[in-house]
């Protein structure tokens, strides 16, 4: 394998784990702030 193969292989896996660290985030902030909202309306 060359050299600029094993860069656009590392490329595409370092896009696939930031699409799925952005994913995952997103899935916390959502899971987060519907917790807070019912905790506000139970109040």
Excluded at 15 to 43: E, I
Aim: no cysteine; aromatic share 12%; proline share 2%.
């Amino acid at each position: 394998m060359s050299k600029p193969d094993q860069e656009q292989e590392q490329e595409h896996s370092l896009k696939g784990t930031f699409v799925s660290v952005m994913l995952l985030g997103a899935f916390l902030v959502l899971t987060w702030a519907g917790a807070f909202v019912l905790f506000l309306h139970r109040t």
